[in-house]
């Protein structure tokens, strides 16, 4: 049996990928997903079910630290009850991939399992800003996978591509790193790569291979011992509110104001729009997603950040129309 980490930081687009992987290749197999979701109310779980794939969420913590028993418990059930070919697990935004790697490792339980794809996922229009911040977190998802697929390249130029291959060469000398667009690449290619089945697929997938110098990142990193729980907060909700589209932008937008609002590193939810309409959101500095979602039983909103000031976000999302 396979079990398959897709790691990244907050907003990277772990479950957009884990999406694009089952639909377009990995549907073949019988698969069960294990979901942690750092904020008390789940989001992406009910994004990847659907009839052929068990998902088993865990929420209100983070699997590497507070809540690894949770975890392994998990794992186990979810062999004994559906005996998948191949498990992916989606760790919080915030877990330490090294920590995840180690409790699987550790546990004497999985026996005939093995650790197949060690993949981090890097969102390249806050690469800097990260590790900046939130080296240590950051840093340790980049250092302990084996490939590294960068997001949202579609925005970038060359010259961004080539400064964020070589951070995270200098972290990572011996990854892949896979830098195209990923409506331009098949998963097909990504699991290839991720499984070390090609030998040379430069061409396919613009991979960086070989070793990068560059002091780009040096004397940028902030390290700080202890874990997810002592830097991330998150703040979550259920609501009915019905938002109109243009009060739903401005309250993702207005989470740009740190003085306000804090650091918020993610924002995501499902929720009720008017018109009868449900649309799933996204926010990560730089980047705010819309899109149309089939109904749901009531909305839910979930904000993740450091230091983030719980009672502006609460009237922001919560206040009436």
């Not at 250092?143 to 070589?166: C, D, F, G, P, W």
């Not at 070793?211 to 002592?230: E, H, M, V, W, Y």
């Amino acid at each position: 049996m396979k079990i398959d980490i897709i790691s990244g930081f907050l907003g990277a687009g772990k479950t957009t990928l884990i999406k694009k992987l089952i639909k377009e290749e990995l549907n073949k197999e019988k698969i069960a997903i294990i979901e942690n979701e750092y904020g008390e109310v789940g989001i992406d779980g009910n994004l990847l079910k659907n009839e052929k794939i068990d998902v088993k969420e865990i929420t209100s913590g983070c699997i590497c630290c507070t809540i690894t028993g949770d975890f392994k418990a998990a794992i186990i059930d979810i062999i004994k009850e559906y005996r998948p070919e191949r498990i992916i697990i989606e760790p919080s935004g915030v877990a330490k991939l090294s920590q995840v790697i180690a409790a699987i490792v550790n546990n004497s339980e999985l026996k005939g399992a093995r650790i197949n794809m060690k993949i981090a996922v890097v969102d390249i229009q806050n690469l800097d800003m990260y590790l900046k911040n939130f080296g240590e977190f950051y840093i340790n998802q980049i250092v302990s996978a084996n490939t590294i697929v960068l997001s949202r390249t579609q925005y970038s130029n060359i010259k961004e591509l080539t400064h964020a291959s070589m951070a995270i060469r200098k972290l990572n000398p011996n990854c892949s790193i896979i830098t195209t667009p990923w409506e331009e690449i098949e998963s097909k290619r990504i699991i290839e790569v991720a499984e070390h089945k090609l030998k040379d697929v430069f061409k396919e997938v613009n991979l960086i291979k070989m070793p990068l110098n560059t002091p780009a990142i040096r004397g940028q990193i902030r390290t700080k011992n202890g874990s997810a729980d002592d830097v991330f907060e998150n703040w979550g909700t259920e609501t009915p509110r019905i938002f109109s589209l243009k009060e739903l932008k401005q309250a993702l937008n207005a989470l740009n104001d740190k003085s306000i609002y804090g650091e918020v590193l993610r924002a995501k939810g499902i929720v009720r729009i008017e018109g009868n309409r449900w649309v799933q959101f996204d926010y990560v500095p730089n980047d705010i997603q819309i899109v149309d979602f089939s109904s749901d039983y009531t909305g839910r909103i979930c904000v993740i950040g450091s230091k983030i000031n719980k009672e502006p976000i609460s009237k922001l999302f919560l206040k009436e129309s």
